[in-house]
């Protein structure tokens, strides 16, 4: 008899895999939170309103395009449309990178939110795994994210200090 509350290899590669997506993702874009801010003077038409707008269309863009490309997912599967969504996210980080501009800065995210691929992940993992397994997939996946918050807080200020802003846009996209 199989001991239930243990993870399956298949879902202990599964859980891990999506950890490590949703910690690259999350820290990518939370090392931008403690840092764009300060760059409200030094980007050519910054105001702290457009500085504001620009950390905010993220959300935006994600929160509308989460149940569309959890539809798509639905239909075309999880992995495309996850791997479309992380383009998409990395697209983004690009045009914000090469931004010397607030409105491409605040264009490449609004692009990186339309990756928005946290719902469909979370389905994946509900997928690969078994029903008595999902509180812990979930938990686990959480604390990814948990701790990628954290890390971003220091690593994001040291990253722009040796890189400045593009150097962060850039490392978003490649994580």
Do not use: N, W
Not at 27 to 52: E, N
Not at 71 to 84: A, E
Not at 98 to 123: N, T, Y
Request: charged share 10%; aromatic share 8%.
């Amino acid at each position: 008899v199989s001991d239930s509350s243990a993870f399956t290899p298949q879902e202990r590669h599964a859980t891990f895999a999506l950890c490590g997506v949703f910690f690259l993702r999350m820290m990518g874009l939370f090392m931008l939170v403690p840092v764009l801010a300060l760059y409200a003077d030094k980007l050519a038409g910054a105001t702290p309103f457009m500085v504001g707008l620009t950390l905010g269309v993220y959300g935006l863009t994600q929160a509308c395009l989460q149940i569309p490309f959890g539809l798509l997912s639905d239909r075309l599967g999880r992995r495309p449309v996850i791997t479309v969504g992380l383009l998409i996210f990395t697209a983004g980080s690009v045009i914000a990178a090469f931004g010397q501009h607030i409105l491409p800065v605040m264009i490449g995210r609004a692009v990186q939110g339309a990756g928005a691929v946290s719902g469909a992940s979370l389905a994946l993992a509900s997928d690969l795994t078994r029903e008595q397994q999902r509180t812990k997939v979930m938990a686990l996946i959480g604390i990814a994210i948990g701790i990628a918050f954290s890390v971003a807080f220091v690593v994001g200020p040291m990253i722009d200090g040796a890189f400045g802003l593009r150097g962060l846009f850039l490392a978003s996209g490649l994580m």
